[in-house]
């Protein structure tokens, strides 16, 4: 009969015990959070040439909560007043740099733009004050859009008022989460885009 060194058999049963310990007591790798944007530009006739279009700037601000890309909620039949973040779902951008692509794509087929920073006789100004989704029960929510556009004639003398306008849109969600908010400010920005131009082609 083989003799078996206890000692041994032993060393190796509390090495890979405590082999068994250490893997179980690593952190599981967090999930990386989900990143929405609005998609592709949505398709649209030909614009009409840039000769006879007016020139505008467009510069795009938004309210200290909306600097970064958290995806902001509300729980109004709890407590309105405070804004919650998804914690698994991010904008790809900030919403003031998301609204601004929206704009620029919308505004370019009735106006001519400059390149971003570089200026024209009018300037669309446009302060981003709200970009949320707004849970009025558990299961029903919407997208809330609010903004406010200033329309400004520069001039050597500095920029003068020519007209003001807000906008505040709730879109229904078709699902009540961040994919269903997501989809309902989109909505709403494209329906804001459309009554911007027409907007501005009142304006002389």
């Given at each position: 009969?083989?003799?078996i060194?206890?000692?041994?058999?032993?060393?190796?049963?509390?090495?890979?015990m405590?082999?068994?310990?250490?893997?179980c007591?690593?952190?599981?790798?967090?999930?990386?959070?989900?990143?929405y944007?609005?998609?592709?530009?949505v398709?649209?006739?030909?614009?009409?040439?840039?000769g006879?279009?007016?020139?505008l700037?467009?510069?795009?601000?938004?309210?200290?909560?909306?600097?970064?890309?958290?995806?902001?909620?509300?729980?109004?039949?709890?407590?309105?007043q405070?804004?919650?973040?998804?914690?698994?779902?991010r904008?790809a951008?900030?919403?003031?740099?998301?609204?601004?692509?929206?704009?620029?794509?919308?505004l370019g087929?009735?106006?001519?733009?400059?390149?971003?920073?570089e200026?024209?006789p009018?300037?669309?100004?446009?302060?981003?004050?709200?970009?949320?989704?707004?849970?009025?029960?558990?299961?029903?929510?919407?997208?809330?859009?609010?903004?406010?556009?200033?329309?400004?004639?520069?001039?050597a003398?500095?920029?003068?008022?020519?007209a003001?306008?807000?906008?505040?849109?709730?879109?229904p969600?078709?699902?009540?989460?961040?994919?269903?908010?997501v989809?309902?400010?989109?909505?709403?920005?494209?329906?804001?885009?459309?009554?911007?131009?027409?907007?501005?082609?009142?304006?002389?």
């Open positions: 009969m083989r003799n060194d206890v000692t041994a058999v032993t060393r190796w049963s509390w090495l890979l405590a082999t068994l310990l250490s893997a007591a690593l952190p599981e790798r967090a999930l990386a959070p989900l990143r944007d609005f998609g592709p530009p398709a649209t006739t030909s614009a009409s040439p840039s006879q279009r007016a020139v700037a467009l510069h795009v601000q938004a309210s200290p909560a909306l600097d970064g890309p958290a995806m902001l909620y509300r729980l109004a039949y709890a407590d309105a405070q804004l919650r973040a998804y914690s698994q779902s904008w951008l900030a919403p003031a740099e998301l609204v601004q692509q929206r704009l620029r794509e919308g087929r009735s106006f001519a733009l400059p390149p971003a920073g200026s024209a009018r300037l669309v100004h446009v302060e981003l004050e709200e970009f949320s989704q707004l849970f009025t029960a558990p299961q029903e929510s919407s997208g809330l859009l609010r903004l406010r556009v200033s329309l400004l004639q520069r001039s003398g500095g920029e003068q008022l020519l003001q306008r807000d906008w505040q849109l709730q879109q969600a078709p699902s009540a989460d961040a994919a269903g908010g989809r309902a400010l989109n909505v709403a920005t494209e329906t804001v885009v459309t009554e911007l131009v027409q907007w501005l082609q009142m304006q002389r």
